[in-house]
């Protein structure tokens, strides 16, 4: 049992202001875990979460690839049954905006498989939610510093 997963979201925010959101540590913060990310690659980096039964709560990430501001991949890694999976972020500036692709790879067996179902939920919640309004502020904030 495989399953990776694809979520496609279009922003109307510069590119520039997309790339921070995945790869600035507070902005990470604010949308997604606390985090100690470095968008080098061969950093190691975690993501941190209230522990839960059978899951420490630290999400353990090497960065595999940084292309600014266009494509972002590290590793993500729960620890335990779940496995470790890839995410691939790409980011392709339009006329009015931003194209974001998650692809979130490597869901093997029985229990990543069902995390995976969880996880597509996660990841499209924050995506079509709260990233959103983080973009809109940053947005707001360039316009009124270019006044």
């Known amino acids: ?13 510069p590119i520039d202001h997309v790339w921070r959101a995945l790869t600035d540590r507070a902005l990470l913060a604010e949308w997604l875990m606390d985090n100690d990310f470095t968008p080098t690659r061969g950093a190691r980096c975690q993501f941190r979460m209230k522990p ?11 960065v595999l690839e940084v292309e600014a501001p266009r494509r972002l991949v590290y ?3 729960g ?3 779940f496995g470790k999976t890839t995410l691939l972020w790409t980011l392709q500036p ?4 931003t194209r974001l692709r ?7 067996g029985f229990r990543p498989f069902l995390l ?11 995506l079509t939610k709260v990233v959103p309004m983080i ?12 006044l």
């Open 1 to 13: 049992m495989k399953r990776d997963l694809v979520l496609e979201h279009d922003y109307p925010a």
């Open 52 to 62: 839960q039964p059978g899951f420490n709560g630290i999400i353990e990430c090497e």
């Open 75 to 77: 590793t993500w890694d």
């Open 79 to 81: 620890g335990g049954p």
């Open 94 to 97: 339009l006329s009015i905006g």
């Open 102 to 108: 998650l692809e979130h790879r490597g869901f093997a």
């Open 116 to 126: 995976s179902l969880m996880m597509s939920s996660g990841w499209n919640k924050k």
């Open 135 to 146: 973009l809109a502020r940053m947005t707001a904030q360039s316009q009124k510093a270019a």
